[in-house]
């Protein structure tokens, strides 16, 4: 009586170990699943057309800003341009040029270009805006804050902002000149 009443006991173990266990499975399975999912669905983008932009607060790095920080926030009433790059991205540096030329235009219409580089070293990033003669602020964002803020997932990449602070448009590739002046004509400020 008591060998059956603990082989018994000994049954129920088993079977509560197995139901416990299977359900452990059960739960990383379903994690796992979960993970690889959600991880292979595209990314949309947090911020679009429409949306306040989000502020940011970065170093400047042009020696005529030195020592100064740009505020996105700061430049409320102005129409602004974002532009997302880096120093190795080819397109980026082809585009590079006509920006400079462009911005001397529009800046007296009260629009501010910002350059948001994403290169992690500083000295190559001031030789190349000095070989560039960049006279628009250039801003370094080492660690993706502003880049992950905005969800940029290609180079070169523009955010257009009108005077209010809201995001006009999104275009992530490079602009010929003309495209350009079309886009930045929206943002003009009244």
Same mark, same amino acid.
């Given at each position: 009586?008591? !060998?059956?009443?603990?082989?018994?006991? #000994?049954?129920?173990? #088993?079977?509560?170990?197995?139901?416990?266990?299977?359900? %452990?499975?059960?739960?990383?399975?379903?994690?796992?699943?979960? *993970? &690889?999912?959600?991880?292979?669905?595209?990314?949309?983008?947090?911020?679009?057309? @429409?949306?306040?932009?989000?502020?940011? #607060?970065?170093?400047?790095?042009?020696? =005529?800003? *030195?020592?100064?920080?740009?505020?996105? +926030?700061? !430049?409320? @009433?102005?129409? =602004?341009?974002?532009?997302?790059?880096?120093?190795?991205?080819?397109?980026?540096?082809?585009?590079?040029?006509?920006?400079?030329?462009?911005?001397?235009?529009?800046?007296?219409?009260? %629009?501010?270009?910002?350059?948001?580089?994403?290169?992690?070293?500083?000295?190559? !990033?001031?030789?190349? %805006?000095?070989?560039?003669?960049? +006279?628009?602020?250039? &801003?370094?964002?080492?660690?993706?804050?502003?880049?992950?803020?905005?969800?940029?997932?290609?180079?070169?990449?523009?955010?257009?902002?009108?005077?209010? @602070?809201? %995001?006009?448009?999104?275009?992530?590739?490079?602009?010929?000149?003309?495209?350009? @002046?079309?886009?930045?004509?929206?943002?003009?400020?009244?």
């Amino acid at each position: 009586m008591k !060998l059956e009443k603990a082989r018994e006991r #000994k049954k129920n173990k #088993k079977r509560n170990r197995y139901i416990y266990r299977s359900s %452990i499975l059960f739960v990383l399975i379903a994690a796992t699943v979960f *993970a &690889v999912y959600s991880n292979n669905k595209p990314e949309k983008s947090t911020y679009g057309a @429409g949306d306040d932009a989000p502020d940011f #607060k970065l170093q400047q790095l042009n020696e =005529v800003f *030195a020592d100064t920080t740009l505020q996105l +926030s700061d !430049l409320q @009433g102005k129409g =602004v341009m974002i532009n997302f790059w880096n120093t190795s991205c080819s397109p980026c540096e082809v585009e590079m040029p006509f920006l400079e030329e462009t911005y001397e235009t529009y800046r007296d219409k009260g %629009i501010e270009f910002v350059a948001v580089s994403i290169d992690v070293n500083e000295f190559v !990033l001031s030789k190349y %805006i000095q070989s560039f003669g960049l +006279s628009f602020p250039v &801003v370094q964002d080492n660690s993706d804050q502003v880049k992950n803020l905005y969800s940029v997932t290609k180079l070169p990449s523009k955010v257009f902002i009108n005077e209010d @602070g809201e %995001i006009v448009e999104i275009v992530e590739k490079v602009m010929k000149p003309d495209e350009l @002046g079309t886009h930045l004509d929206e943002i003009v400020p009244n």
